[in-house]
């Protein structure tokens, strides 16, 4: 039997900005490049775990930030993760070269109060943390360029991926950006974002709570969309492996090292974005629509 392709495009410069009610309206052609996955599943699945809003750790980071309060006035997931991206944006301050060695959204914060500023995987992490405590599972999504393995820096990017109940769906939200992309007003994960801007679609928009502007975050973004790789057991207090995911496109290398001198333990490798992209089977307290209580 033969197999069933899905063909993406990876985008070049990016034309005109329309701004509408923090939506801004992107146009980027192609530069023919062609991104290919497998439109199937993986024949082996995958467990991806997170810890229910009732654990302790969680608990303990939902009350002392009072997130139950922040999102009150917000009817919907997508209200919810806007409100929590800014709340994530507005306490971090960013810079790249500024590396923090505890990957704690508690001491995160605490540094961040104390003027510390930290680099995107913190940005991720906190709003990971914070989405969890409020019972939408998130995970960290890393974002690495074709060329990840041979430039000596600036070779990706991290933020966050959450699972939206209510629209039944992974969303791609930047918090150190203030970033959630849509297409027609539709929240997308990285790989949609991926493909609209391939297609050139004048849908192509973001949500945005302080004026970030669309056009030159997907130019700066676009060299970063060509793997994808995720943590799988995303579990507070719980020691574990750490295993990750990476979605490889079609004939491209696995890459094993990270600016050259890093190496990238525990990965596993899918070319199925719907493998990369199931739904959370481990998060059995989901309720469409509300946060937890």
Same mark, same amino acid.
């Given at each position: $039997?033969? @197999?069933?392709?899905?063909?993406?495009?990876?985008?070049?410069?990016?034309? &005109?900005?329309? /701004?509408?009610?923090?939506? &801004?309206?992107?146009?980027?052609?192609?530069? *023919?490049? /062609?991104?290919?996955?497998?439109?199937?599943?993986?024949?082996? &699945?995958?467990?991806?775990?997170?810890?229910?809003? +009732?654990?302790?750790?969680?608990?303990?980071?939902?009350? $002392?930030?009072?997130?139950?309060?922040?999102?009150?006035?917000?009817? +919907?997931?997508?209200?919810?993760?806007?409100?929590?991206?800014?709340?994530?944006?507005?306490?971090?301050?960013?810079?790249?070269?500024?590396?923090?060695?505890?990957?704690?959204?508690?001491?995160?914060?605490?540094?961040?109060?104390?003027?510390?500023?930290?680099?995107?995987?913190?940005?991720?992490?906190?709003?990971?943390?914070?989405?969890?405590?409020? *019972?939408?599972?998130?995970?960290? %999504?890393?974002?690495?360029?074709?060329?990840?393995?041979?430039?000596?820096?600036?070779?990706?990017?991290?933020?966050?991926?959450?699972?939206?109940?209510?629209? *039944?769906?992974?969303?791609?939200?930047?918090?150190?950006?203030?970033?959630?992309?849509?297409?027609?007003?539709?929240?997308?994960?990285?790989?949609?974002? /991926?493909?609209?801007?391939?297609?050139?679609?004048? *849908?192509?928009?973001?949500?945005?709570?302080?004026?970030?502007?669309? @056009?030159?975050?997907?130019?700066?973004? /676009?060299?970063?969309?060509?793997?994808?790789?995720?943590?799988?057991?995303?579990?507070?207090?719980?020691?574990?492996?750490? +295993?990750? %995911?990476? %979605?490889?496109?079609?004939?491209?290398?696995?890459?094993?090292?990270?600016?050259?001198?890093?190496?990238?333990?525990?990965?596993?490798?899918?070319?199925?974005?719907? +493998?990369?992209?199931?739904?959370?089977?481990?998060?059995?307290?989901?309720?469409?629509?509300?946060?937890?209580?």
């Amino acid at each position: $039997m033969g @197999k069933t392709f899905t063909v993406l495009a990876v985008v070049g410069a990016l034309g &005109s900005v329309q /701004q509408v009610q923090a939506q &801004s309206t992107e146009t980027a052609p192609s530069t *023919g490049k /062609q991104v290919v996955y497998l439109t199937a599943t993986d024949p082996v &699945s995958y467990l991806f775990q997170y810890s229910p809003p +009732t654990t302790d750790y969680l608990t303990r980071f939902r009350e $002392m930030y009072g997130l139950e309060a922040l999102v009150a006035q917000q009817t +919907t997931d997508l209200g919810r993760a806007k409100a929590l991206c800014q709340w994530v944006h507005n306490r971090l301050e960013h810079d790249g070269h500024q590396p923090f060695k505890s990957t704690d959204a508690f001491a995160i914060l605490h540094a961040a109060m104390l003027g510390q500023p930290v680099q995107c995987v913190e940005y991720g992490r906190v709003l990971a943390t914070a989405f969890n405590a409020l *019972g939408m599972p998130a995970r960290p %999504l890393y974002l690495k360029s074709a060329k990840v393995q041979t430039k000596a820096s600036a070779a990706g990017h991290a933020l966050t991926e959450v699972w939206l109940p209510d629209l *039944g769906k992974w969303v791609m939200v930047d918090s150190q950006a203030d970033i959630i992309p849509t297409l027609n007003n539709l929240p997308l994960n990285a790989i949609e974002l /991926q493909q609209a801007l391939s297609l050139n679609d004048n *849908g192509l928009g973001i949500i945005t709570s302080s004026g970030a502007k669309g @056009k030159p975050y997907f130019r700066w973004l /676009q060299e970063y969309l060509y793997y994808f790789d995720t943590v799988m057991d995303n579990r507070y207090n719980v020691k574990s492996a750490r +295993t990750g %995911l990476m %979605l490889v496109p079609m004939g491209a290398h696995k890459p094993v090292i990270f600016q050259r001198v890093s190496s990238i333990h525990n990965m596993r490798y899918t070319h199925s974005p719907a +493998t990369f992209y199931a739904s959370p089977t481990d998060a059995s307290w989901i309720v469409k629509g509300t946060a937890a209580k």
